[in-house]
């Protein structure tokens, strides 16, 4: 499991499940260099800390799920088991209706999921600024 791609799957995850005053995905105009500083700090700390206190159950993640993707008419793309956690961790601690629980792991999804909830929910904006905060 890698931290760095962790990181890379939820603030992902954030973008493409979180909208504008729009309602547009925040991926569709915005990036990660969108994300207000402290806002970003934010969330490497809360991936940080889950990817230390949950180890040993993503390393089982990792060896359950291994890799994902998805391979489309004009694109290709392929994920990480670690891109996926990430992701996961985005989507289980926001209460969204995908996460660790259904991704046919088991005991360790379930073990994900009560350790993802205990972060809570979390919610972007993007400021007067233009940059995007929770």
Not at 18 to 33: I, K, M, Q, R, V
Not at 61 to 88: I, L, M, P, W
Request: glycine content about 14%; proline content about 1%.
């Amino acid at each position: 499991m890698n931290l760095d791609q962790f990181i890379n799957g939820y603030i992902t995850a954030a973008l493409w499940s979180s909208t504008g005053d729009d309602g547009e995905p925040l991926d569709a105009t915005h990036n990660e260099s969108d994300i207000a500083p402290e806002t970003l700090a934010t969330m490497k700390s809360d991936c940080g800390k889950f990817f230390r206190q949950s180890n040993f159950d993503l390393c089982e993640y990792e060896e359950k799920r291994g890799r994902g993707g998805y391979d489309g008419a004009s694109r290709h793309y392929e994920y990480t088991a670690s891109d996926c956690a990430g992701h996961d961790f985005w989507l289980t601690r926001c209460g969204h209706g995908a996460g660790f629980w259904d991704r046919g792991v088991g005991e360790t999804g379930e073990r994900l999921t009560e350790a993802a909830e205990k972060f809570g929910n979390v919610d972007l904006y993007v400021g007067d600024d233009g940059k995007i905060y929770q």
